[in-house]
């Protein structure tokens, strides 16, 4: 009887540590956020492409070129583009709209005959595959998150419940709105108890 490929979740919604397999997503979070830019450039010819969307282009590559056992862990393709409700992280909008815009171009430019881009992402796939080799992860999926949810709003980051907003502490402050001459006269009038 021939093997049937099933998936199994777990019974949490929450991505846990137990959920990915820490050595394949690092692999990736290193490639996009340790290596320079200008090296992908001249491998994969995606010019102008950050590391966040680098990040999200490698598990999306990895989903289109990727055999069977590289789905065992499928909670560490929520890692590309987040999730509307906020888990592992809101949907990074611009990143996910960016990532959309290459793959489309890439497959309207391969229908043409000129299939560079499309064998771009076929690399990175496979780039990605051979540095998990030997890569040991060193991090916490944790605070991986955290980062991820605390940035969130600098790329557009949205869930079910609307916009991110940045963190208290990179809000700009506001001075105070200037009384009006009336405000100033009911200040006066008010009686002191102390």
């Excluded at 987040?82 to 949907?91: A, I, M, R, T």
């Excluded at 605070?143 to 557009?156: A, L, M, N, P, T």
């Excluded at 990179?170 to 009336?182: F, Y």
Aim: aromatic residues 8%.
């Amino acid at each position: 009887m021939r093997d049937i490929q099933h998936l199994v979740l777990p019974a949490h919604h929450d991505v846990r540590t137990e959920d990915v397999d820490l050595r394949r997503l690092g692999a990736i979070l290193w490639l996009a956020f340790d290596r320079q830019p200008s090296d992908f450039e001249e491998l994969l010819l995606l010019e102008g492409v950050g590391p966040r969307t680098l990040q999200s282009l490698a598990l999306v590559s990895e989903v289109i070129y990727g055999t069977p056992s590289r789905f065992r862990d499928p909670a560490r393709f929520s890692f590309a583009h987040g999730g509307k409700d906020g888990h592992p992280f809101p949907v990074p909008v611009k990143v996910y709209d960016e990532t959309i815009g290459i793959l489309r171009t890439a497959i309207q430019k391969a229908k043409l005959g000129q299939s560079d881009r499309l064998d771009a992402v076929r690399r990175l796939s496979e780039l990605a595959q051979r540095a998990e080799k030997d890569f040991t992860p060193s991090g916490g999926l944790e605070e991986f998150i955290e980062k991820e949810r605390r940035d969130s709003w600098q790329y557009g980051g949205r869930t079910v419940y609307g916009h991110e907003k940045p963190p208290p502490e990179m809000a700009p402050l506001k001075p105070p709105a200037p009384k009006t001459p009336r405000q100033e006269g009911q200040k006066a009038r008010q009686l002191r108890l102390f």
